[in-house]
């Protein structure tokens, strides 16, 4: 049974849980394990059965409301989820992942103070653990309080150096606040680490747009196009260094070769729009409006490039 979850084919490891459970009814693992491949299949309700139903053994209750808090929060039952993790903390209060867990469930209804307090709590526990204070800032930037978030990023950043989704967030919130001084600081600091990592050295050339030093955003958007050749995202940033700089043929020549590649997401598609606009190519910024108006009929800032 443990192979087949191991390989993915949980399917097939579900008869040999029920042999066990057969010889011996009273095998929390195996039900827990049970649990867990319908959970996976997304068959809810057996699963909810056999984890009640090893709740009821009374032993290992942890892992098991484990499980169960899983399965809840695959289901959309987030109430039922921050009750089994609570179940988990009010039994092993020194549980880190658990606390990340209600912290994670409670974001997700958008009670953020009670995300930060629960990450604040696996805190007290490991004051070092990235993932929390990472999670932590994302609580606070919702709650829009950038100081703190921008504080536990960097909190994450000192526990884990040169993780990504941290600097970036970091970054991105620095520019937000027009700190372009300290987003530089940190990026630096970064490729330093990482001096091949693409996306590192495109964030930096993100910052030196927003401090209006386009030809040096120009090459090191080159750079990172050199180390991640066919990235649409980069090659779009680099067509915007070239706008700024009035050179509108060559914008218009990099943005169409990352149409060609494929536009992925509506935030690539409105930075096409907006070159080609730039560049008075109205028929290839409307073909992509199109788009967008279809996904998106009311936002104003794709409403306000076709009135344009």
Same mark, same amino acid.
């Given at each position: 049974?443990?192979?087949?979850?191991?390989?993915?084919?949980?399917?097939?490891?579900?008869?040999?849980?029920?042999?066990?459970?057969?010889?011996?009814?009273?095998?929390?693992?195996?039900?827990?394990? *049970? +649990?867990?491949? #319908?959970?996976?299949?997304?068959? /809810?309700?057996?699963? %909810?059965?056999?984890? !009640?139903? &090893? @709740?009821?053994?009374?032993?290992?209750?942890?892992?098991?409301?484990?499980?169960?808090?899983?399965?809840?929060?695959?289901?959309?039952?987030?109430?039922?989820?921050?009750?089994?993790?609570?179940?988990?903390?009010?039994?092993?209060?020194?549980?880190?992942?658990?606390?990340?867990?209600?912290?994670?469930?409670?974001?997700?209804?958008?009670?953020?103070?009670?995300?930060?307090?629960?990450?604040?709590?696996?805190?007290?526990?490991?004051?070092?653990?990235?993932?929390?204070?990472?999670? *932590? +800032?994302?609580? #606070?930037?919702?709650?829009?309080? /950038?100081?703190?978030? %921008?504080?536990?990023? !960097?909190? &994450? @950043?000192?526990?884990?150096?040169?993780?990504?989704?941290?600097?970036?967030?970091?970054?991105?919130?620095?520019?937000?606040?027009?700190?372009?001084?300290?987003?530089?600081?940190?990026?630096?600091?970064?490729?330093?680490?990482?001096?091949?990592?693409?996306?590192?050295?495109?964030?930096?050339?993100?910052?030196?747009?927003?401090?209006?030093?386009?030809?040096?955003?120009?090459?090191?958007?080159?750079?990172?196009?050199?180390?991640?050749?066919?990235?649409?995202?980069?090659?779009?940033? *680099?067509?915007?260094?070239?706008?700024?700089?009035?050179?509108?043929?060559?914008?218009?020549?990099?943005?169409?070769? &990352?149409?060609?590649?494929?536009?992925?997401?509506?935030?690539?598609?409105?930075?096409?729009?907006?070159?080609?606009?730039?560049?008075?190519?109205?028929?290839?910024?409307?073909?992509?409006?199109?788009?967008?108006?279809?996904?998106?009929?009311?936002?104003?800032?794709?409403?306000?490039?076709?009135?344009?």
């Amino acid at each position: 049974g443990s192979l087949y979850v191991k390989s993915g084919e949980d399917d097939k490891a579900i008869p040999y849980y029920e042999s066990i459970l057969t010889l011996s009814p009273h095998d929390v693992d195996a039900m827990n394990s *049970l +649990g867990g491949c #319908y959970r996976r299949l997304k068959e /809810y309700e057996k699963g %909810i059965t056999v984890l !009640e139903r &090893a @709740l009821d053994e009374n032993q290992k209750t942890a892992m098991i409301n484990y499980t169960l808090g899983f399965t809840y929060k695959d289901m959309g039952n987030l109430d039922d989820a921050i009750d089994c993790f609570e179940s988990v903390v009010a039994e092993n209060p020194t549980d880190v992942l658990a606390y990340n867990h209600l912290g994670f469930i409670y974001a997700a209804k958008k009670n953020y103070p009670k995300a930060v307090m629960a990450y604040r709590r696996g805190l007290q526990t490991d004051p070092n653990h990235p993932i929390l204070h990472y999670n *932590l +800032g994302h609580a #606070y930037e919702s709650e829009r309080n /950038y100081n703190e978030a %921008i504080k536990c990023y !960097e909190l &994450a @950043l000192k526990a884990k150096p040169g993780w990504i989704d941290a600097i970036r967030d970091v970054v991105q919130l620095l520019l937000k606040q027009q700190n372009t001084k300290r987003a530089m600081e940190i990026v630096q600091k970064s490729v330093q680490l990482y001096p091949a990592n693409a996306e590192l050295i495109a964030l930096a050339g993100n910052v030196q747009l927003k401090r209006y030093d386009f030809v040096a955003a120009q090459n090191t958007f080159e750079k990172a196009n050199r180390l991640k050749s066919n990235d649409p995202a980069i090659l779009l940033k *680099l067509s915007e260094s070239l706008e700024k700089q009035f050179l509108p043929g060559d914008a218009v020549s990099w943005a169409k070769e &990352a149409r060609v590649l494929g536009l992925s997401d509506n935030s690539l598609k409105k930075r096409y729009v907006h070159i080609m606009l730039s560049a008075e190519e109205m028929d290839r910024a409307k073909s992509i409006l199109d788009e967008l108006i279809s996904d998106s009929p009311s936002d104003a800032g794709v409403l306000d490039a076709m009135a344009q």
